[in-house]
């Protein structure tokens, strides 16, 4: 299963490409950061979000898209840019017709570490040495678009596994 998964933001938005099945070695495709200036306007963020998006599909051709899911945050301008990058994502899985899920933080942070506390640092060390990267990715951004992921290849595809069955015996 390759999986595209987006850390979603305004200014940065984290993405990365990950192959993978449960039980079996995990690879990264393209790990990166959607970069856009806080200075612009909306429409031109969300158009380069989109758009970079778009071009990572049609390079690596994910089977699922995996988005992390927006959560209530006390600063409200924040968290309707993270919708709003979210959206570009939920708009590229519908326009291809690819699975899409959302994760939310702490089942992000359960998958990867075993804690869904987890900090940061934590969920890049995991992603790193899971991915034998000699590297870190930063920023932390990428690192967890890569744990979104993952989380994905480790729970989504058990999901999809399931759905085909129920079809199956219908």
């Not at 192959?19 to 380069?48: H, M, N, Q, W, Y």
């Not at 040495?129 to 744990?147: F, G, N, T």
């Amino acid at each position: 299963m390759r999986v595209l998964g987006i850390d979603p933001g305004l200014t940065r938005c984290g993405v990365a490409v990950v192959d993978g099945a449960p039980g079996r070695t995990l690879s990264a495709a393209f790990i990166g950061v959607i970069r856009t200036d806080a200075k612009a306007p909306i429409e031109e963020r969300l158009t380069r979000v989109h758009t970079e998006l778009t071009d990572l599909a049609d390079t690596y051709a994910p089977d699922a898209i995996a988005i992390e899911r927006v959560f209530s945050q006390h600063n409200v301008r924040t968290a309707m840019g993270t919708a709003q990058a979210a959206a570009m994502g939920l708009l590229l899985a519908g326009s291809r017709g690819l699975p899409v899920a959302l994760h939310t933080p702490t089942e992000v942070k359960a998958a990867i570490t075993g804690s869904g506390r987890a900090d940061k640092a934590q969920v890049t060390s995991m992603v790193t040495r899971l991915l034998k990267l000699e590297a870190a990715p930063k920023p932390a951004d990428a690192a967890d678009a890569v744990a979104i992921a993952i989380c994905h290849v480790w729970r989504g595809a058990g999901q999809r596994r399931l759905a085909e069955a129920l079809a199956a015996s219908r």
